[in-house]
């Protein structure tokens, strides 16, 4: 599975922006997706991520109430609507997928996940 972010960009504080994560090689229904960032000089970091369906989701809570991530089947792709950004959220996002069916919990874990997309730049200025 190969997967290709895109969508980052510099924008404002308190502006919107979408990251969408594009599959391919195989479908990505049953996989769970996932969301990731990691600024300059930190580690790596969970932000959000889903299972199977949409409606089984996980979210940091730096992000809760602020960011989204849906995924449109049809299209083997990932989305993650970002709201109110702040120069907190500056980072490097990478999406990613894994062929586990993890519980809710767990879906943070970098190990639960085997394919890793490039990342995408966000740049939030103040």
Same mark, same amino acid.
């Given at each position: 599975?190969?997967?290709?972010?895109?969508?980052?960009?510099?924008?404002?504080?308190?502006?919107?922006?979408?990251?969408?994560?594009?599959?391919?090689?195989?479908?990505?229904?049953? $996989?769970?997706?996932?969301?990731? /960032?990691?600024?300059?000089?930190?580690? /790596?970091?969970? #932000?959000?991520?889903?299972?199977?369906?949409?409606?089984?989701?996980? $979210?940091?809570?730096?992000?809760?109430? @602020?960011?989204?991530?849906?995924?449109?089947? /049809?299209?083997?792709? #990932? $989305?993650?609507?970002?709201?109110?950004?702040?120069?907190?959220?500056?980072?490097? $996002?990478?999406?990613?997928?894994?062929?586990?069916?993890?519980?809710?919990?767990?879906?943070?874990?970098? @190990?639960?996940?085997?394919?890793?997309?490039?990342?995408?730049?966000?740049?939030?200025?103040?």
């Amino acid at each position: 599975v190969q997967l290709q972010a895109s969508g980052g960009g510099l924008v404002q504080a308190g502006d919107s922006l979408t990251l969408s994560c594009v599959a391919s090689g195989d479908t990505i229904t049953t $996989y769970v997706v996932g969301w990731f /960032r990691q600024a300059p000089g930190n580690e /790596r970091e969970f #932000v959000a991520a889903s299972r199977i369906t949409s409606t089984t989701a996980n $979210y940091a809570d730096s992000v809760k109430g @602020r960011f989204t991530i849906s995924r449109d089947n /049809r299209k083997n792709t #990932v $989305y993650l609507q970002m709201k109110s950004l702040t120069p907190e959220d500056t980072a490097a $996002y990478y999406c990613a997928a894994g062929r586990r069916n993890p519980a809710l919990s767990a879906m943070s874990l970098e @190990r639960m996940y085997d394919y890793w997309g490039q990342g995408t730049l966000v740049t939030v200025s103040s």
